[in-house]
């Protein structure tokens, strides 16, 4: 009797472009043709927000329903005009802006199809409005818009959303839920855990008042490497995981000017071949601008563009060269980049972008160099324990991440539990930052280099 060997199917590979197309078209789909009044979108870093929110207007545009988009900064408000009219060079957009002396980028000056104005009835009429959450908060209409987006909804404090609620009649939230809390000047704890907490995300508030509301989540990072994607997904994003759009090998980062054999050395060899490098000082408690580990942030960042690196990706056929606008600094305060700057100046360096987490939340880089916000202190507070802030410094880099760090910070962290009471009614987006902390560099320790200045 003969036999017929048996054959096994393998796993189907993952596709990251036709996943991102399928969940894309679904969120499409939900927000032009469904029956509730909001659609939420959490995303990862890198996963395509913008894209999404373009891609989003666009459709409504086509489609005959006005549009107003709402977004944080007037900077976003720029860039999503901006990515608009480069997707339709002739679909008329209002730029909805204050009464300040400079409310907008010049450069929107130049596109004939954009209409400024500090009042919204100027823009009645045309098929897309933009402005910030706090000029459309100070609007009067006697309609309704039909639809709007709201852009880094986790960004936004429920009460800017109550304040424009009235404005339409259906949304889509697309946000990052690993981002940075709202910032506000006023404690909340008197209003933790309550459904109408003012200081909360607008997403939270929504979804605690409106719990059936359409949920989707973009699933491919386009930004992060396959090296790094793993470790942000389990350690910020436990309940929205996502994957890289790109696999090991896809992206390299070489140098054409060999290691000299320093610790600096070392660490970029280390986070050119695996992603991430920890270059470790001394154990020691130290002002918040430590005078050593600002030097090793400006002696790694010296180093990165005198071997003359080079970065190939999936963008282009060819490499790309390292230069200082593709590498970027992080850290927790802004004394720390204003020192971290001085540093870099005495080395003769001044195109490296040097900002707080904060700012640099949405923006993307090839190489980034971290002060770990944990650093050198003796005790480890809430505002260094948020997981956001973190997660920001962590997730801005296409191919590698450096951070830089004294030794002793998971003692630190033993020593200093997580303590933060639970809240009742809170609907949780992210992890602990307690957890997430000792996530990171339990995976940091794995590419260690030791320096001893």
């Not at 100027?122 to 100070?138: C, M, N, R």
């Not at 880094?152 to 339409?168: H, I, K, P």
């Not at 386009?222 to 759009?245: C, E, K, Q, V």
Request: aromatic residues 6%.
């Amino acid at each position: 009797m003969t036999t017929t060997p048996t054959t096994t199917t393998p796993e189907t590979a993952f596709d990251p472009g036709a996943e991102a197309a399928r969940a894309t078209a679904t969120i499409l789909q939900d927000t032009l043709h469904g029956p509730d009044r909001g659609v939420v979108v959490d995303s990862p870093p890198g996963a395509g927000k913008s894209t999404l929110v373009v891609r989003a207007a666009l459709d409504l545009a086509d489609a005959g329903r006005p549009l107003m988009i709402v977004a944080q900064t007037n900077a976003q408000v720029d860039d999503l005009v901006v990515r608009l009219t480069e997707k339709s060079p002739g679909l008329p957009v209002g730029r909805l802006h204050s009464s300040d002396a400079d409310p907008y980028d010049k450069a929107l000056d130049d596109l004939p199809q954009v209409r400024k104005s500090a009042k919204a009835a100027d823009l009645s009429g045309l098929p897309v409005v933009i402005s910030t959450a706090a000029k459309w908060a100070h609007v009067k209409v006697d309609e309704p818009w039909r639809h709007a987006i709201v852009d880094e909804a986790y960004q936004m404090r429920s009460d800017a959303l109550l304040a424009v609620a009235g404005l339409f009649e259906q949304a889509l939230f697309v946000g990052d839920p690993g981002q940075l809390d709202p910032f506000s000047i006023v404690g909340g704890e008197q209003w933790a855990g309550l459904s109408y907490d003012p200081s909360a995300s607008a997403v939270t508030t929504l979804l605690a008042h409106n719990p059936g509301l359409r949920q989707h989540r973009l699933p491919v990072s386009w930004r992060l490497p396959a090296s790094a994607a793993p470790l942000i997904s389990d350690a910020f994003y436990p309940y929205t995981p996502f994957r890289s759009g790109t696999g090991h090998g896809d992206r390299t980062l070489t140098f054409r000017t060999p290691s000299d054999g320093s610790p600096a050395d070392r660490v970029i060899d280390e986070a050119a071949a695996s992603g991430w490098g920890l270059l470790e000082l001394p154990a020691r408690h130290t002002p918040r601008t430590d005078p050593e580990a600002v030097r090793a942030v400006a002696t790694v960042v010296r180093r990165l563009l005198d071997r003359e690196g080079t970065a190939t990706s999936e963008r282009a056929p060819g490499p790309a060269p390292l230069t200082a606008d593709r590498v970027a600094v992080g850290t927790a305060h802004r004394d720390q980049a204003a020192a971290v700057r001085s540093a870099l100046a005495d080395l003769g360096v001044t195109d490296v972008t040097v900002d707080t987490a904060n700012r640099l939340q949405g923006r993307e880089y090839d190489v980034t160099v971290v002060l770990h916000p944990l650093s050198g202190r003796p005790d480890a507070t809430a505002f260094h324990l948020e997981t956001g802030r973190l997660c920001v410094l962590a997730s801005r880099h296409r191919h590698a991440c450096i951070v830089v760090c004294r030794a002793g910070v998971p003692d630190l962290l033993d020593d200093y539990p997580s303590t933060e009471p639970v809240q009742l009614g809170t609907l949780v987006k992210f992890p602990d930052g307690w957890e997430a902390n000792h996530a990171v560099l339990g995976h940091l320790a794995e590419h260690r280099v030791v320096w001893r200045p």
